[in-house]
C-alpha cells in the first residue's frame, strides 16, 4: 500500500525542498542528496505508484511514455548521452528499494564498471 508519508511524495507536495533538475506534468527530476556519481538525479512519476512493478501495470500509457521520455530527457539536458550512463530502479527489500515510491537514478559523469551482484 502507497504510503502518502514518504519522501517522495512530500518533495512532490513540496513540503521538503530539493535541487530540481526537471518537472513536467509527468514527472519531476532532482539531485540525490547522496550521490554516487559526478551526476546523480532521480526521476520520479508524480502519480502514487510504489515500484515499477505498481506504475507499470497501474499507470495510463499516457503517464508510463511521458514518464520514460522524461528520464531521456534529463539524461540529454545534462549532457550524459555521449559519454554514457546508468540508469537504475530498484524494487523491494530483496532489490534495495530505500523510498517507497517508484524512482528511476540517472547516474554518469564519469566510467562507472561493470554492475556487480
Known sequence: MYDPQN???KILREEIPCKKVYE???SLAFHDIHPQAPVHVLVIPKGD?????DFSAFAPPADVAGFFKAV???????GLV???YRILANHGVNGG????HFHIHILGGK???????
Open 7 to 9: 519522501i517522495f511524495a
Open 24 to 26: 513536467d506534468q509527468f
Open 49 to 53: 505508484y510504489m515500484s515499477l512493478d
Open 72 to 78: 531521456g530527457t534529463v539524461a540529454r539536458e545534462l
Open 82 to 84: 555521449e559519454g554514457g
Open 97 to 100: 528499494q530505500e523510498v517507497p
Open 111 to 117: 566510467s562507472l564498471g561493470r554492475m556487480v551482484a
